[in-house]
């Protein structure tokens, strides 16, 4: 599951980063966030602003939206670690609170897990509803995650969870109305570079080489388009004007051929598939794919 640096102070960020003559309304968009750790900011050529996450031996680094969604598309570019990255976590999540024993939060995770030079990074998707999660596909990324900028998506509404990555479709996760689904708790957006050696590369066999600290991941070019949950505690979420389409967003036959070639060629983990971790029998959902 998706993690919060540890021993951070969440802090605003400086309205001064803002101030940047080639900043715009639409590209500064950190100032809807807090971050946690050292969050390095500027403005690239192109205007588009570029939050940088630093993780070294003291610390991880985040950030975390101040405003709460309940359904909507949520876009992000990345540039992941380069070089030998394995035992780090990169991560772009929604959540609706701290993961802990008992907890009942509801999440939906995109996690890219860290490798030794030259190998293929692996991205972690899941999904979280009222605590019950274990619903990991892992894909091997196509490209190489570090050597540019690359867009990932989640699309969430009360039908489906649609994972992207540049545009390409590689899964969906389905609501079955006898089956847990996350559709009632507002989550907030996080994204977060951490240690995860106990886990993250080759099931924690290969931990981080801290020699090559400090690691660095960017993001830039965020957008939600997504209904605004207000303090209020109503827990109605005011939508944006406009046509809304990811709202009754479904597979169409392109998406399913591109789920189709994910499948074969780049998944490296179905939960459905591990009947180790589910020896009582698989999750109900299993069954309907």
């Not at 190489?144 to 990932?152: G, N, T, V």
């Not at 899964?171 to 994204?191: C, G, I, S, T």
């Not at 591990?274 to 959902?285: H, L, M, S, T």
Request: aromatic share 12%; proline share 5%; with cysteine.
């Amino acid at each position: 599951m998706a993690r919060r640096p540890l021993a951070l102070l969440a802090v605003a960020v400086a309205v001064l980063l803002l101030c940047s003559p080639s900043a715009s309304a639409q590209s500064a968009w950190l100032d809807e966030f807090t971050t946690d750790g050292e969050v390095r900011a500027h403005f690239d050529a192109s205007g588009k602003q570029v939050a940088s996450l630093v993780l070294d031996r003291r610390s991880g680094a985040g950030f975390n939206s101040t405003q709460k969604y309940l359904f909507g598309e949520f876009n992000v570019e990345m540039k992941l670690v380069p070089g030998n990255s394995a035992g780090t976590v990169t991560s772009f999540y929604l959540t609706s609170g701290e993961t802990g024993a008992g907890d009942d939060h509801d999440e939906i995770d995109m996690e890219f897990m860290g490798n030794s030079t030259g190998a293929p990074t692996v991205l972690n998707t899941n999904v979280w509803a009222s605590g019950d999660g274990k619903k990991e596909h892992q894909f091997y990324l196509w490209f190489d995650p570090s050597a540019d900028f690359h867009k990932y998506t989640v699309i969430w509404n009360p039908k489906n969870i649609i994972f992207r990555v540049d545009d390409v479709t590689v899964r969906v996760f389905r609501r079955y109305a006898d089956l847990p689904y996350p559709d009632a708790k507002p989550m907030a957006v996080h994204a977060t570079l951490w240690d995860g050696s106990y886990w993250a590369t080759e099931k924690g066999k290969v931990p981080i080489d801290w020699d090559g600290a400090p690691f660095v991941v960017s993001y830039r070019g965020y957008t939600a388009d997504a209904c605004v949950v207000s303090g209020d505690g109503d827990g109605k979420g005011k939508c944006p004007d406009g046509r809304n389409e990811w709202m009754d967003r479904e597979l169409d036959d392109t998406d399913r051929l591109t789920v189709a070639w994910a499948r074969r060629n780049c998944l490296q983990y179905n939960y459905c598939e591990d009947g180790w971790r589910f020896p009582k029998g698989f999750p109900g959902e299993c069954s309907r794919e």
